[in-house]
């Protein structure tokens, strides 16, 4: 018996498979410092906890709608629409288990068989996935540096621009490059979507892990709201990573069809933690604000260590939780023969776990600098200075 020949089209998140050699390691009696992975080793905040028990003992554990409850799809409403600046109703809004889901669901509702995609790359490793897996055609676009961090390459966007060309992937706020759009970016990709008919799917799983400035959407440029669906989700403001909790917000056909592959896919969403997501929305904020804070702190402590280190390039993000620094001259002083030989090698001998440019899709044309990525949501001050002087140590060695 064999398996249908189109799973050969989807791909992974290849941060996992860092994880997974990290965590061999780390058995073998070895300190594991984990910027690997994306997640944040902060519990969710006790009144979140506490709503979802509530809901739990209140008997919301059965079936529920497949859009989600009216009450937290209109608080969403309300909260996304008045912090972008825009107008949503209640039928603008289906949850979803996750952010995640919110991407292959946008895709099967707009995208037709070799209708082409613009992503991000290095990006979320998902878009590729499911770009491919639906059959669609993978146009990736890559960044430029610059002395503010990264910009998005537009000679290389427009370049690809063609008749079948139909969705723009847009991931403001970016993993892994930590990067945010200036005001002009941000025109310029609204202008591209209004100019050649793209619809436009708005990551903003970061919107709100920022620590200074105000976060805009691109749903807030006229002409814009029509033709973007947004990627909401609870998981990185209110530290709800495992609760799978999240939102498409967007054009009501398009919501529908969302909806209709919710009821194909899961059903629905769980039902109690729905309630515990109208609490992290409407309740307590202070948790929220902790977990920002405890952010800010490692962001600070990891970009004053690595500025430290002789050969490291590194820009200090506003935005999300990732740092994505140049090692070149460090990768070259090692004579390394590929970035997963470096990353290998430094976490054999130090410790240290981290992603590397090549986890965050194909390398392009061009490219010559090396980047590798550092997360410090799931790793303490304390550990990320000892880790970066393991890394001093053991790259000086060289």
């Keep these: 018996m ?11 998140e290849t941060a996992f498979a860092v994880s997974a050699d990290a965590a061999v390691f780390g058995a073998k009696g070895n300190k594991i410092y984990p910027f690997h992975l994306g997640d944040i080793d902060i519990r969710t905040p006790i009144n979140i906890i506490d709503a979802a028990y509530r809901a739990m003992l209140d008997g919301k554990t059965g079936y529920n709608p497949a859009a989600g409850i009216p009450q937290l799809r209109e608080i969403l409403a309300n909260h996304i629409g008045s912090s972008r600046g825009v107008t949503y109703k209640i039928e603008n809004v289906a949850i979803q288990p996750g952010g995640k889901p919110v991407i292959g669901k946008f895709l099967n509702a707009v995208m037709n068989a070799g209708d082409g995609v613009l992503y991000p790359n290095p990006g979320y490793p998902i878009y590729e996935s499911q770009i491919n897996y639906l059959g669609g055609v993978s146009l990736p676009y890559g960044y430029v ?4 961090g990264f910009r998005i390459d537009r000679d290389q966007v427009e370049s690809q621009i063609n ?3 139909r969705i723009f992937i847009y991931n403001n706020f970016q993993n892994p490059l930590g990067a945010e759009s200036d005001e002009d970016e941000m025109k310029w990709v609204a202008d591209l979507a209004l100019k050649h008919n793209l619809w436009v799917l708005s990551d903003e799983a970061y919107f709100n892990i920022r620590y200074s400035g105000k976060s805009k959407s691109i749903v807030s440029i006229p002409g814009m709201i029509d033709r973007t669906v947004i990627l ?3 998981s990185k403001t209110y530290a709800m990573t495992g609760w799978r909790l999240g939102a498409a917000i ?6 529908d069809a969302i909806s209709k592959l919710n009821v194909n896919d899961e059903s629905c969403t769980n039902h109690f933690i729905q309630y515990a997501g109208i609490e ?3 309740g307590d904020q202070s948790g929220a604000k902790e977990i920002l804070n405890a952010l800010r702190a490692r962001r600070d402590a990891l970009v004053e260590e690595l500025s430290t280190v002789d050969g490291v390039v590194v820009v200090k993000p506003n935005t999300t939780f990732y740092l994505f620094p140049d090692v070149t001259e460090i990768y070259n002083r090692m004579n390394s023969k590929s970035l997963e030989e470096f990353r290998l090698s430094t976490l054999y001998k130090t410790g240290v776990s981290f992603c590397t440019r090549e986890h965050f899709g194909k390398t392009l044309a061009g490219e010559e600098k090396k980047f590798i990525r550092f997360a410090y949501s799931g790793i303490s001050v304390e550990m990320i200075r000892e880790g970066v002087a393991k890394l001093k140590a053991y790259w000086y060695s060289k």
């Design 2 to 12: 064999e398996l249908s020949g189109r799973l050969s089209n989807l791909g992974t």
């Design 145 to 148: 540096t610059t002395k503010v």
């Design 163 to 165: 008749e079948k060309t």
């Design 232 to 234: 909401h989700t609870f």
């Design 250 to 255: 967007g054009p009501k056909y398009v919501i």
């Design 280 to 282: 992290a929305i409407a």
